[in-house]
């Protein structure tokens, strides 16, 4: 009888998908760099992917019944609440940054700039650099000691948002002690006078804030928790992350649109258009509550709306009586594309340095000895201020102050603006320090001035800028602080269009607007940089807030990004690539095409009977096949027994057959969290009226069980004696399900003395019944395609008679792995 | 042995999905509307699904087969190169119709104003009205004709890029013939005084050239046709067309972002970052392209940029002196959202107005009267001239010219263009009037005149001119030219912001920047017309080029469009409903979950067996079955048979069988193109070495064949004698199977005679072999996720034994499909 229990319910056998491997990612890291070769660091197996696909089981269904259509609009409502309580929240956090950044910065500015004036007559120069040095160290310090408590709050944080929205889950990246560290660490990073900016970290902080405030609870803050079911899957988590991440640019940069764009850009897999109209009203709500305290703030012009981003380019504008200013003309777009090649080549130089420092430092530095990241942090503070002090009073020109070209146009109150923050270390009789205005500003004054100020900055000086802040700023992107790469990245380019602009005015003669050139030259090393292409040129158009550079920009990013991909990859992916993370790329080659569903899933499978035996689940006899094709072979091979006979097989089967794997599911459990089961059981059971025919039935596919729903229904005693009907089984609510997420209980969490082993565990009401499948020889490119854009993380591959022949998942799909397969596909043939 | 030929290939039946219907798409219409209640006009059957899915077929392999990197870099070259080609020509597509339209606006105006000023002395008015009166008359006497020749140009076109986009074949949209009647058609509408805008023909135009130009060949004109083998498929023009729409937008608007964010909204069901980058790299050339020339001959600054769009909304400033000028403040945002809920109002009554004229004249004019439709075009002509005229002549107030009240600011320059433009019509001694300068003017002007004149508007005559607009306008949208809408709502929705800002600032003594209320006025009316939603907020915000108004113009837009969908659907919607388009909404309603795949599916099937007797596809003896399952159960009932006898008994069957539909595949084929056949067959040739086992196996789903493919086999000879094998058949390339696309040959172009009924044609070369397949139970929101977001044409129902049940098409999934099918679904409850 009991016998017949198991077997009522089909057949069951589990195996895994990955081969297990119990070190901690940092270990696996490590032993890859020394054991691979330069190049060769492989996707890990330990990243896991986010659920976009809804699992439509029982509990869910019966959700679903219960929603009417005023419910629908209540439950969107709150999403509508949601999303904008996240935009403000996002804007205040970039106003918190801001306002302190400011403040220290001043302050640091005004003491050392002071005691710079007054020594420059005393001959005390070496006081004021410990001055400004003993500050510097100070803020680094707080900053990277930050670090220390949450690692992945290090550098700027698009790679992992990029990785997230991508649908790979990293640990601790929307975590509340990450953003605090984050937010924090970036305030001091900067006002510490590293050369960092805050906008990649603002994006991260907006991506938390997304994935955190509609949780209404806290895994860092047990005590956080209020009763809040709703958003409890990867699916909504997810869409509030690109909601998040988008008003992080849009606070950034004052850009809405290019946050939209940049989510869209970086993880939207498909174009949804209530979810694009959300993320826009979060961007719009970040930016404006931005804009509104600050601009009450600053002008104390309460009301208005006057200071759009943390950064902004300022107004760049031909005097109204010129009638010869142009801000480019159609020849200059040459120029624009021969700085945009440069830019492509110095971006590609600027990403393969950092990528050798990055590994040298992974290399080189054991993760538990973090704090020698602290010691190198203080190390490039220390350097960093020495550089900019000595330059700004040793290598500076002085430069007449007043515009000696009267060709170029004058920008009345921008220009005040801009000439209120010019410094004149050891310049008098209306000159100024072109080298110390430069360096001895906050960098959002530098950028203004190289895109606004009308005097010339000295070639030579443009030139040491760049040089400085390159190799500076490539030093400093992987060091242990929170830390930004646009605004370094922006005024590298910057001081070279800059220095573009003024050989062709002086050497050449020609009429430019140098102005324009700096801000073609800063789109061209960011772009060389970090390759972003839509979003980055709606960033850059809607900073400048002068839709005509539209056309120059786009080109500018576009030759840029081709230049550079000749050489690597973006900053981003290179980081991105050197963690491991399995992250998709937006299409397969051409090429892979060669490959089908069948060369490149994972053949061994875990099966699961629908009613299982909880001895068999947790004990060390569960039935371990590799195959469906083979359960089935044996099956077939037993067609003589009678069918009294057949069942007790069947479950011998399941008794004896796991010496194969030599695992039970249990360990398997310890080990590898969430691996799915595709579960598996004929539609009808065996009985004694089953003709032949119908007894030979192959097995066929009919859902998919994730561990950890396994787990909770162990955890749960969601089963029934074998003497009763499953209908006697405890039933759980879709958020008893979901009640745990994102961390659902271990199985450590279960006390396997409470569990009988005896009993039954119907998993048919959890499991989700329709996944979407592919057959075993569809090509790479559409399985790819149906992976990526439906946001998968497991995709079975079924065959013709709907036999399950295997699993894809993230994993299979890598670059690196369909290389490795595409090349055994060479080899075979 | 013929028997065998037959099948050893497997099992074949035919059947078809949708029921006849040989009266041409305008009877139907007609017919449905006058027997079908008010609103229950159902979606047509008739129209054909764009196919995104790629067929990845053995030719097409083959091609791939060939493809190496540098054939795909060339590849991706001339897709780069066509798409600047298609912004180029769009951008001056929009020249061309700019200058023409300025050419004759400005020859009318200054005839017909001169006239008027010499006879307000001489009291010849009338003799004014009647040239006024004659011009317009002749200009809309030409466009109409030119709608006469191609019907499809009537209207703005976006109703049917929208559909395109959505994957809806409309017929003649994207020829050559309905580009030149379009394009010249708009300009003698416009040019004929018409309250019809350029903007939705431009992104008619646009579209009608992405979808043209890389196809190197046109259907009207047939000489027109050169050997370019490339993009033949509904993949890569969808991908065109989507370029080529944003082109158009981002010419009408100078909204190259706008362009790219409107062919996304619309079209792109999936986020495609190569294409995106090329949708937006098109917009662009479109864009600099009309503003160079633009640029170049209206102001002769060649190699500047200064006119970006047909339509731009001039510059938004506050004067830098006047601290006290806001654009808008905090508390404007209040008055915003007013005016937003009034828009939504307003555009829902526009609508519902509008919608009732369009049925009526569905009923009252016979589609092949259509010289009524011109005596309506002329009628709307002379009463829109007529109102025009006597409105300016007697309505108007005379206002001064200098503003009275100080408070607003000044705008310099933009303020002097605006004054040159003023009507002065019996106004002397600087004032003028003010109902002319609205009426006698082009729109474009009358709209830069709301936004920027400083000098008051009396609300009488900004009332009388938002009625007068509203209703004309209203009328006018429908009539028998080519018609854009953008304009003419602005227009109405800007006179009304301006009476607000009126009415605040001389009742209410705020001080309030009137330009701001009349934008916000017009994207409140406008929005409230349309309902698109981020689209449209960018095109504003890039048509103003000042990003702070994105806040208030997303909000007003936002509750616009939700007040209106209170009432009713957007314009766009309206009319691609009384097409009876079957448009994919974004989403399924959450109660359609409630559904799966087998209540919606459609389960009558039409199968061809791999190798197929041509006699059995062309002559009356076509095996018809209604489901696989039963098709199975017959097999089975025949096990006892001997193998032999088993062949026999198929055959037979394939001959026998189809008196049940009565029809055979040929009249099929001249009924209804392109229905798909699901292609079935068992993985193995029956044989003598078959067990009992394999021979029962049922049958199962192995590809899709389309119709027209079958009948371009046909046509070609791609058949083998029964006594050869299937390898001595005729192989075709991929770029015999797509050359006559889109026009694949009809079965009329078949010559039977030809035929020898006894040969056998292979089909599985040709057919698609793993199309994306669904299981019965999926709910229908999966479905539709899949279906709508991988672009597909046919999705089989696929059960878990691997047998086809269904097939899902585009009309299964429409929004009265499916809540007539929930209808159904709870009466059986």
């Given amino acids: 009888m009991e016998m017949m229990a198991c077997c009522g319910g089909g057949l069951c056998c589990q195996c895994c998908c990955n081969e297990g491997d119990t070190r901690t990612p940092e270990e696996l890291t490590i032993l890859g760099e020394t054991r691979e070769d330069e190049d060769e660091i492989l996707p890990r197996k330990d990243y896991e992917s986010l659920d976009y696909d809804r699992c439509i089981n029982e509990p869910f269904l019966e959700v679903l019944e219960g929603l009417d259509n005023k419910k629908a609009r209540k439950y969107e409502a709150i999403k509508w609440i949601l999303v904008f309580a996240i935009g403000v929240s996002t804007g205040l956090t970039g106003l918190f940054v801001d306002f302190f950044v400011r403040l220290f910065t001043q302050l640091k500015f005004s003491l050392v700039g002071q005691s710079v004036e007054e020594c420059s007559e005393n001959g005390c120069l070496a006081l004021s650099l410990l001055e400004l040095l003993a500050l510097n160290v100070m803020f680094i310090f707080i900053s990277s000691v930050l670090v220390l408590v949450e690692p992945v709050a290090a550098g700027s944080g698009i790679p992992e948002i990029k990785s997230y929205l991508n649908g790979v889950k990293i640990p601790g990246i929307v975590r509340l002690r990450t953003f605090i560290c984050k937010v924090t660490g970036v305030l001091f990073a900067v006002a510490g006078g590293l050369f960092v900016g805050k906008e990649g970290p603002m994006i991260h902080s907006g991506a938390i804030l997304g994935a955190g405030l509609p949780q209404f609870q806290s895994i860092t803050f047990k005590k956080i928790r209020f009763h809040f079911p709703y958003f409890r899957s990867d699916r909504d988590k997810r869409d509030f992350v690109s909601a998040g991440a988008a008003a992080g640019v849009a606070a950034a940069f004052g850009a809405p649109i290019g946050g939209t764009l940049f989510s869209l850009e970086e993880g939207s897999s498909f174009w949804n258009q209530a979810l694009t109209w959300k993320v826009l009203f979060c961007s719009m709500s970040a930016t404006f509550t931005l804009n509104f305290f600050r601009s009450g703030i600053n002008f104390n012009k309460w009301g208005s709306f006057q200071l759009p981003g943390l950064l902004n380019f300022g107004e760049f504008k031909c005097v109204d009586g010129d009638k010869m200013c142009h801000l480019w003309t159609a020849v200059d777009l040459a120029f624009f594309v021969l700085m945009g090649v440069a830019g492509g080549l110095l971006g590609a130089l600027f990403n393969c340095i950092n990528k050798r420092l990055a590994k040298y430092r992974m290399r080189n530095v054991h993760p538990k000895a973090r704090f020698i990241r602290v010691l190198e942090s203080l190390l490039v503070c220390m350097v960093t201020t020495l550089v900019i002090f000595v330059a700004s009073v040793t290598l500076g020109e002085c430069r007449d102050l007043v515009s000696t070209n009267n060709n170029t146009s004058t920008q009345g109150s921008v220009n005040e603006e801009v000439n209120s923050t010019i410094r004149r270390f050891f310049c008098y ?90 801000l073609i030259g800063a789109a061209a090393f960011l772009g060389g940089v970090v390759r972003m292409t839509i979003s980055l040129t709606v960033i850059l158009i809607e900073s400048t807030n002068e839709i005509t550079y539209g056309l120059p920009i786009m080109i500018t990013l576009m030759v840029a990004k081709w230049t550079g991909d000749f050489f690597n990859k973006g900053i981003y992916d290179i980081h991105i690539h050197l963690k491991g993370v399995p992250l998709l790329e937006w299409e397969t080659e051409v090429e892979m095409d060669k490959l089908t569903a069948s060369d490149i899933m994972e053949p061994n ?108 229904l162990l955890i749960r005693g969601v089963c029934y004696a074998e003497n009763q009907s499953s209908a006697s089984q405890p039933r759980l609510s879709h958020s008893e399900m979901t009640e745990d997420y994102p961390r659902f209980p271990d199985i450590h969490d279960l006390d396997l003395a409470l569990l009988n082993p005896r009993m039954i565990v119907d998993v048919t009401p959890y499991m989700n019944p329709c996944p979407y499948t592919v057959s075993p020889n569809t090509h790479v490119s559409q399985v790819f395609n149906l992976f990526r854009t439906m946001g998968l993380r497991h995709l079975p591959v079924v065959n013709a008679v709907g036999e399950i022949v295997g699993i894809i998942t993230r994993h299979n799909l890598t670059y690196e792995f369909l290389v490795a397969k595409l090349r055994q596909h060479y080899i075979t043939i």
Same sequence: chains 1, 2.
Avoid at 458 to 478: D, E, H, I, K, N
Avoid at 507 to 513: E, G
Avoid at 673 to 694: A, F, G, I, K
Wanted: proline share 6%; charged share 15%; glycine share 4%.
């Fill in 429 to 518: 009789n209306n000159t100024y320090n072109d080298m110390a205005t430069l360096f001895f500003n906050p960098q959002e004054v530098a950028i203004h001035q190289l895109f606004h100020q009308n005097a010339t900055f000295s070639p030579v000086t443009l030139l040491l800028f760049f040089v400085l802040y390159f190799f500076l700023s490539c030093w400093t992107y992987g060091v242990s602080v929170p830390s930004g790469l646009f605004v370094p990245s922006l005024l590298c380019g910057a001081s070279l269009g800059r220095l573009v602009a003024n050989v062709l005015k002086i050497n050449f003669h020609m009429q430019v607007y140098a102005g324009t050139f700096a």
């Fill in 605 to 712: 499978l875990t099966y699961v009977y629908p009613h299982t035996r909880i001895q068999s689940l947790v004990a060390s006899k569960s039935s371990v096949l590799t195959r469906a094709g083979e359960q089935r072979r044996r099956c077939q091979s037993m067609k003589s027994y009678p069918s009294s006979e057949l069942r007790n097989v069947c479950d011998e089967q399941t008794a004896v057959e796991p010496a194969e794997e030599g695992q039970d599911i249990l360990q398997q459990m310890l080990e590898r969290r969430h691996v799915p089961y595709p579960n598996l059981y004929p539609d009808q059971s065996p009985s004694e009226e089953w003709t032949m025919e119908e007894r030979f039935r192959p097995l066929t596919f009919h859902g998919l069980i994730l561990r950890s729903q396994l787990v909770n």
